[in-house]
Protein backbone atom coordinates (compact mmCIF):
# COMPACT_ATOMS: atom_id res chain seq x y z
CA UNK A 1 0.00 0.00 0.00
CA UNK A 2 0.79 3.86 -0.38
CA UNK A 3 2.99 5.12 2.15
CA UNK A 4 3.43 8.54 3.73
CA UNK A 5 3.03 11.46 0.85
CA UNK A 6 4.51 14.96 1.11
CA UNK A 7 4.08 17.40 -1.52
CA UNK A 8 5.36 19.65 -3.11
CA UNK A 9 9.00 17.49 -3.09
CA UNK A 10 10.65 20.80 -3.23
CA UNK A 11 9.77 24.43 -2.48
CA UNK A 12 11.54 27.52 -2.95
CA UNK A 13 9.80 31.02 -1.62
CA UNK A 14 10.93 34.44 -1.35
CA UNK A 15 11.12 36.00 1.93
CA UNK A 16 8.14 36.95 3.41
CA UNK A 17 5.78 35.02 1.12
CA UNK A 18 3.52 32.16 2.72
CA UNK A 19 3.76 28.92 2.24
CA UNK A 20 1.42 25.70 2.97
CA UNK A 21 3.36 21.94 2.38
CA UNK A 22 0.89 19.48 2.42
CA UNK A 23 0.45 15.55 4.07
CA UNK A 24 -1.14 12.77 3.10
CA UNK A 25 -0.90 10.09 5.49
CA UNK A 26 -1.10 5.90 5.77
CA UNK A 27 -5.33 5.86 5.25
CA UNK A 28 -6.72 5.25 9.02
CA UNK A 29 -3.79 6.28 10.88
CA UNK A 30 -4.36 8.20 14.04
CA UNK A 31 -1.59 9.56 14.98
CA UNK A 32 0.36 12.48 12.51
CA UNK A 33 3.32 14.71 13.15
CA UNK A 34 5.36 17.40 11.97
CA UNK A 35 8.91 17.37 12.20
CA UNK A 36 11.34 20.21 11.06
CA UNK A 37 15.26 18.94 10.20
CA UNK A 38 18.17 21.63 9.41
CA UNK A 39 20.78 20.07 7.03
CA UNK A 40 23.08 17.92 9.65
CA UNK A 41 20.35 17.71 12.08
CA UNK A 42 18.30 15.50 13.73
CA UNK A 43 14.28 16.16 12.82
CA UNK A 44 12.85 18.44 15.92
CA UNK A 45 9.25 18.12 16.92
CA UNK A 46 7.04 20.82 15.41
CA UNK A 47 3.43 19.48 16.18
CA UNK A 48 1.05 16.51 16.69
CA UNK A 49 -2.60 15.54 16.05
CA UNK A 50 -4.60 13.04 17.45
CA UNK A 51 -6.98 12.48 14.47
CA UNK A 52 -8.61 16.00 13.88
CA UNK A 53 -7.38 17.69 17.18
CA UNK A 54 -4.04 18.97 17.37
CA UNK A 55 -2.62 18.01 20.82
CA UNK A 56 0.46 19.32 21.03
CA UNK A 57 2.10 22.32 19.52
CA UNK A 58 4.85 23.38 21.40
CA UNK A 59 7.39 22.88 18.97
CA UNK A 60 5.74 25.66 16.63
CA UNK A 61 8.96 27.69 16.72
CA UNK A 62 6.72 31.15 16.11
CA UNK A 63 2.84 32.05 15.18
CA UNK A 64 4.38 32.28 12.00
CA UNK A 65 3.72 28.73 11.73
CA UNK A 66 -0.17 26.72 12.07
CA UNK A 67 -1.02 23.27 11.18
CA UNK A 68 -4.37 22.03 10.68
CA UNK A 69 -5.87 18.88 10.27
CA UNK A 70 -9.07 19.41 9.58
CA UNK A 71 -10.86 15.70 9.14
CA UNK A 72 -8.53 14.20 10.57
CA UNK A 73 -6.06 12.97 7.54
CA UNK A 74 -4.84 14.99 5.11
CA UNK A 75 -2.72 18.09 6.80
CA UNK A 76 -1.45 21.17 5.98
CA UNK A 77 1.86 23.08 7.40
CA UNK A 78 1.49 26.44 6.98
CA UNK A 79 4.44 28.94 7.01
CA UNK A 80 3.54 32.81 6.85
CA UNK A 81 5.73 35.33 6.40
CA UNK A 82 8.79 33.14 5.36
CA UNK A 83 12.07 33.59 7.00
CA UNK A 84 15.68 32.43 5.76
CA UNK A 85 15.96 30.48 9.59
CA UNK A 86 12.91 28.72 7.78
CA UNK A 87 15.02 26.57 5.05
CA UNK A 88 14.92 23.14 5.87
CA UNK A 89 12.97 19.98 5.22
CA UNK A 90 9.96 19.44 6.65
CA UNK A 91 8.66 15.91 7.39
CA UNK A 92 5.52 13.83 8.09
CA UNK A 93 4.80 10.90 10.34
CA UNK A 94 1.76 9.22 10.80
CA UNK A 95 1.13 6.29 13.16
CA UNK A 96 -2.05 3.78 13.62
CA UNK A 97 -1.72 4.12 17.24
CA UNK A 98 -2.93 6.52 19.87
CA UNK A 99 -0.12 5.59 21.33
CA UNK A 100 2.48 7.80 20.33
CA UNK A 101 5.64 5.64 21.77
CA UNK A 102 4.96 3.19 19.05
CA UNK A 103 6.33 2.99 15.75
CA UNK A 104 6.27 6.09 13.15
CA UNK A 105 6.14 5.76 9.37
CA UNK A 106 7.60 8.75 7.71
CA UNK A 107 7.18 10.88 4.37
CA UNK A 108 10.09 11.52 2.20
CA UNK A 109 10.14 15.70 3.44
CA UNK A 110 9.62 18.66 1.79
CA UNK A 111 12.35 20.77 1.40
CA UNK A 112 11.94 24.58 2.05
CA UNK A 113 14.60 27.23 1.03
CA UNK A 114 13.66 30.38 1.44
CA UNK A 115 16.11 33.26 -0.63
CA UNK B 1 14.75 19.41 28.94
CA UNK B 2 15.04 15.90 27.26
CA UNK B 3 18.53 15.92 25.72
CA UNK B 4 19.82 12.70 23.07
CA UNK B 5 23.41 12.88 22.68
CA UNK B 6 24.67 10.47 20.03
CA UNK B 7 28.21 9.35 19.49
CA UNK B 8 30.09 8.77 17.35
CA UNK B 9 29.48 11.74 14.59
CA UNK B 10 30.58 9.54 11.85
CA UNK B 11 31.87 5.67 11.52
CA UNK B 12 33.35 4.00 8.96
CA UNK B 13 34.12 -0.01 8.72
CA UNK B 14 35.11 -2.44 6.69
CA UNK B 15 32.38 -5.06 5.60
CA UNK B 16 32.26 -7.47 8.07
CA UNK B 17 33.68 -5.45 11.12
CA UNK B 18 30.85 -5.48 13.47
CA UNK B 19 30.97 -2.55 16.09
CA UNK B 20 28.57 -0.34 18.16
CA UNK B 21 27.00 3.18 18.15
CA UNK B 22 26.36 5.01 21.05
CA UNK B 23 23.02 7.28 22.61
CA UNK B 24 23.38 8.55 25.55
CA UNK B 25 19.75 10.41 26.78
CA UNK B 26 18.60 12.62 29.42
CA UNK B 27 14.58 12.18 30.22
CA UNK B 28 12.34 12.73 33.05
CA UNK B 29 10.74 9.10 32.76
CA UNK B 30 10.89 7.30 29.34
CA UNK B 31 8.19 6.37 27.29
CA UNK B 32 10.01 4.79 24.51
CA UNK B 33 13.60 5.19 22.71
CA UNK B 34 13.81 4.96 19.34
CA UNK B 35 15.81 3.84 16.54
CA UNK B 36 15.51 5.40 13.00
CA UNK B 37 17.50 4.97 10.27
CA UNK B 38 17.76 7.81 7.71
CA UNK B 39 19.06 7.51 4.09
CA UNK B 40 20.06 10.61 2.02
CA UNK B 41 17.03 12.48 0.81
CA UNK B 42 14.31 10.28 2.61
CA UNK B 43 12.55 10.40 5.72
CA UNK B 44 13.99 8.26 8.89
CA UNK B 45 12.98 4.57 8.43
CA UNK B 46 11.93 2.88 11.53
CA UNK B 47 14.06 0.01 13.36
CA UNK B 48 13.23 -0.18 17.15
CA UNK B 49 11.47 0.95 20.05
CA UNK B 50 12.56 0.11 23.73
CA UNK B 51 10.59 0.31 27.02
CA UNK B 52 12.46 -0.13 29.77
CA UNK B 53 16.25 -0.72 30.96
CA UNK B 54 17.24 -3.99 30.14
CA UNK B 55 15.45 -4.62 26.98
CA UNK B 56 16.66 -5.87 23.87
CA UNK B 57 15.71 -6.16 20.01
CA UNK B 58 17.33 -7.18 17.34
CA UNK B 59 16.22 -7.33 13.36
CA UNK B 60 18.85 -8.73 11.07
CA UNK B 61 22.30 -7.81 11.50
CA UNK B 62 21.12 -5.24 14.09
CA UNK B 63 20.52 -5.33 17.87
CA UNK B 64 19.61 -2.58 20.22
CA UNK B 65 19.96 -2.60 23.97
CA UNK B 66 18.71 0.22 26.68
CA UNK B 67 20.26 1.08 30.11
CA UNK B 68 19.08 3.96 32.30
CA UNK B 69 21.11 6.44 30.72
CA UNK B 70 21.97 5.20 27.66
CA UNK B 71 21.26 2.67 24.45
CA UNK B 72 23.47 0.67 22.06
CA UNK B 73 22.75 0.04 18.34
CA UNK B 74 25.06 -3.00 17.76
CA UNK B 75 25.84 -4.14 13.62
CA UNK B 76 27.21 -7.61 13.57
CA UNK B 77 28.69 -8.31 10.18
CA UNK B 78 27.89 -4.90 8.61
CA UNK B 79 27.39 -5.02 4.98
CA UNK B 80 27.61 -2.01 2.80
CA UNK B 81 23.36 -1.38 2.35
CA UNK B 82 23.83 -0.79 5.82
CA UNK B 83 25.67 2.66 5.07
CA UNK B 84 22.80 5.32 6.34
CA UNK B 85 22.01 7.75 9.18
CA UNK B 86 21.25 5.92 12.60
CA UNK B 87 18.92 8.42 14.69
CA UNK B 88 18.00 7.55 18.23
CA UNK B 89 15.25 9.44 19.78
CA UNK B 90 13.21 9.34 23.03
CA UNK B 91 10.07 9.92 24.14
CA UNK B 92 8.95 11.48 27.99
CA UNK B 93 6.51 10.69 30.31
CA UNK B 94 5.48 14.69 30.66
CA UNK B 95 1.91 15.91 31.09
CA UNK B 96 0.24 15.16 27.85
CA UNK B 97 3.35 16.05 25.69
CA UNK B 98 3.84 14.25 22.65
CA UNK B 99 7.25 15.95 21.78
CA UNK B 100 9.68 13.23 20.45
CA UNK B 101 13.25 14.24 20.85
CA UNK B 102 15.70 13.18 18.06
CA UNK B 103 19.73 13.35 18.36
CA UNK B 104 21.64 13.98 15.93
CA UNK B 105 22.59 10.68 14.53
CA UNK B 106 25.45 8.66 13.67
CA UNK B 107 26.77 8.87 9.96
CA UNK B 108 28.11 5.32 9.05
CA UNK B 109 29.49 4.30 5.88
CA UNK B 110 30.32 0.69 5.50
CA UNK B 111 33.06 0.22 2.96
CA UNK B 112 33.15 -2.89 0.61
Known amino acids: GAGVSQSPRYKVAKRGQDVALRCDPI?????LFWYQQALGQGPEFLTY????????KSGLPSDRFFAERPEGSVSTLKIQRTQQEDSAVYLC?????????????FGQGTRLTVV | EDQVTQSPEALRLQEGESSSLNCSYT??????LFWYRQDPGKGPEFLFT???AGEEKEKERLKATLTKKESFLHITAPKPEDSATYLC?????????????FGTGTKLQVIP
Open chain 1, 93 to 105: ASSPSEQTNTEAF
Open chain 1, 27 to 31: SGHVS
Open chain 1, 49 to 56: FQNEAQLD
Open chain 2, 27 to 32: VSGLRG
Open chain 2, 50 to 52: LYS
Open chain 2, 89 to 101: AVQAHSGGYQKVT
